[in-house]
């Protein structure tokens, strides 16, 4: 089983929908979730982090569920910038803060 | 500007060269990291390093191999022992204070 596992989409919607994706982790003591922002043949960009009590920025919202080790992200009235590949990223634990896992990513297209 | 840089954007190689892929960065981060991504996949650590004249190898250090002789750099070698070095090479930074990691645009390897 892969350490982060995302749905490799693509996801196709039209513009001003809602979209959410998920995102699951195997290790249970993980402790820092993000989500970041790649464009085709370009660098991840940190688009938020994800708190236990969950997070809301403009547009987009992050949740985390422990119990069931998934986090998700929402996107409402999509925009057509808003097309990318989304990743998922976990920090396992304490003691290795330093390495990030990487999901292979949710590929995004949002249409007119 | 404040940011990481990576240079060359693209890089072509034969098979058998050795080739330096470099990064700097005037962030004054403590911490950086090289990843490689390969289409569809999630991005893989290669080395890291958190302070000067210190690295540590990651999950796919084989062929490889890194210097930090000054904060602000961080160049990878990607030598003729690496079997399938074409890929996209990123490199990150991140200060002491946040697991927060920061990408460079990257530099695309393409072996001939």
């Known amino acids: 089983r892969k350490e982060v596992e995302q749905d490799p989409g693509p996801f196709n919607v039209p513009e001003g929908a809602t979209v959410a994706f998920n995102c699951t982790y195997s290790?249970?003591?993980?402790?820092?979730f993000f989500w970041y922002r790649q464009d085709c043949r370009k660098e991840p960009k940190l688009l938020m982090s994800?708190?236990?009590s969950g997070n809301e920025d403009g547009r987009f919202t992050a949740q985390l569920n422990r119990a069931s080790q998934y986090i998700s992200l929402l996107i409402r009235d999509s925009k057509l910038s808003d097309s990318a590949t989304y990743l998922c990223?976990?920090?396992?634990?304490?003691?290795?803060?330093?390495?990030?896992?990487f999901g292979s990513g949710t590929r995004l297209l949002v249409r007119p | 500007d404040g940011g990481i840089t990576q240079s060359p954007k693209y890089l072509f190689r034969k098979e058998g060269q050795n080739v330096t892929l470099s990064c700097e960065q005037n962030?004054?981060?403590?911490?950086m990291y090289w990843y490689r991504q390969d289409p569809g996949q999630g991005l893989r650590l290669i080395y890291y390093?958190?302070?000067?004249?210190?690295?540590q190898k990651g999950d796919i250090a084989e062929g490889y191999s890194v210097s930090r002789e000054k904060k602000e750099s961080f160049p990878l070698t990607v030598t003729s022992a690496q079997k399938n070095p074409t890929a996209f090479y990123l490199c990150?930074?991140?200060?002491?204070?946040?697991?927060?990691?920061?990408f460079g645009p990257g530099t695309r390897l393409t072996v001939l």
């Open positions: 990223v976990v920090i396992p634990g304490m003691d290795s803060s330093y390495k990030l896992i």
């Open positions: 290790n249970s003591a993980s402790q820092s």
């Open positions: 994800v708190y236990s």
């Open positions: 962030l004054n981060h403590d911490a």
């Open positions: 390093s958190q302070i000067v004249n210190d690295f």
């Open positions: 990150a930074s991140n200060p002491q204070s946040t697991d927060t990691q920061y």
